[in-house]
């Protein structure tokens, strides 16, 4: 499809073409150009907790579909690709303690650092081994609790997560549990940006979420924007749970129900006073798209109060939306729409965003 435009100025600004939500080609484009410079959770970083471990994964199944494998070697976790240097075989094939890597095709060995180390029959080869039979690096970085990997960094991890660190880094207490417990993955039929346009703006609350509403305050919910994302932040009403909030912070003194954090263009950091839940919206495909909730605690005895509570419910409520405006955008009479210059400003820095980035 032709590339778009999103006019910088919101009270003039048309929204994304309703072609764009499910458009192959455009598909295609944003796994390069969007996806692949981006940074990804990667929880298989903490599965290796032993010196030889090894866990491989995919990134992004059904969009990068990247084979990669995280290693631990004298303490120092890594991310690797895991496609053999000889001929492509996954170099391993399930997760294992082992003193070197194997390739299970033609033997080829590796260092969990990734350097090649043997390889049978391959006497009187040229100029071997050189640094392309080594596994390529792969750039992993740390966030507090959370590990992420990206193929080709536009941006270097702690850029995308300056605003966010700046306004919650100190709120958390870094010694989190992680709550398996509330592992959900939803999948359902709609393009990926459906479900963080509508992610990025609380216009849609009083409307769509009954049981949040109660909990939270419509009039002051506010978004702020930020160079890769956006920060959204809800008050709580009269007697429902907040955030006690040093003084000091820039919101002290205000009683805030969660921080909601965006960070382009698939990832949610949501913080509440009990603790952290974290959606990941994979896209599948132009039309499926996964999302996944992990959730972390702090204070296991508030969880379940407050805005942060009925997470399932919220959940099943966006998708509702979020499927049957899919069909909309697919419609012969569908038009670009406009944004809410007071309450639709995340969306329009979004699209912005991808805009920008789809060149
Ligand atoms: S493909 Fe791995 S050793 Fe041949
Ligand atoms: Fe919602």
Not at 186 to 191: G, I, L, Q, V
Not at 219 to 240: C, I, K, N, S, V
Request: charged fraction near 25%; charge should be negative.
């Amino acid at each position: 499809m032709e590339p778009f435009d999103i006019d910088p100025d919101i009270r003039r600004a048309r929204s994304l073409p309703p072609r764009a939500y499910g458009d192959p080609e455009l598909f295609a484009r944003q796994r390069e150009r969007v996806f692949a410079p981006s940074w990804q959770w990667c929880p298989e970083a903490g599965a290796v907790t032993h010196d030889g471990d090894a866990a491989p994964f995919t990134l992004l199944p059904g969009c990068l579909d990247e084979p990669l494998v995280a290693t631990r070697a004298r303490g120092l976790v890594r991310a690797l690709s895991n496609v053999c240097t000889h001929r492509g075989h996954p170099v391993v094939t399930c997760a294992a303690r082992a003193s070197s890597l194997r390739c299970p095709y033609h033997g080829r060995r590796f260092a969990h650092d990734g350097r090649f180390l043997s390889m049978p029959e391959f006497t009187g080869a040229e100029g071997f081994p050189s640094a392309d039979d080594d596994l390529a690096p792969v750039s992993l970085e740390r966030w507090g609790p959370l590990d992420f990997v990206s193929l080709r960094p536009a941006v270097p991890l702690t850029e995308v997560l300056a605003q966010i660190d700046a306004r919650v880094g100190a709120l958390v207490p870094w010694r989190l549990s992680r709550h398996a417990g509330s592992d959900r993955d939803y999948e359902f039929d709609a393009n990926w940006m459906l479900y963080c346009d509508n992610y990025l703006e609380g216009l849609h609350i009083p409307f769509v979420h009954a049981a949040l509403s109660e909990a939270i305050g419509y009039d002051d919910y506010r978004t702020e924007l930020a160079p890769w994302g956006t920060l959204q932040l809800a008050f709580a009403r009269r007697g429902e749970l907040a955030f006690e909030l040093p003084d000091g912070h820039p919101d002290a003194g205000s009683r805030v129900a969660a921080f909601y954090a965006w960070v382009f263009p698939n990832m949610m950091l949501n913080f509440y006073p009990w603790g952290l839940s974290l959606n990941v919206v994979q896209p599948v495909g132009p039309l499926r798209t996964r999302v996944l909730f992990r959730a972390w605690t702090w204070d296991e005895s508030l969880r379940g109060q407050g805005a942060g509570s009925g997470l399932d419910q919220v959940e099943m409520e966006d998708e509702a939306v979020v499927v049957a405006s899919q069909q909309g955008m697919r419609a012969a009479l569908a038009r670009r729409g406009r944004y809410s210059p007071t309450k639709e400003t995340g969306v329009h820095h979004f699209h912005r965003l991808l805009a920008r980035a789809l060149g």
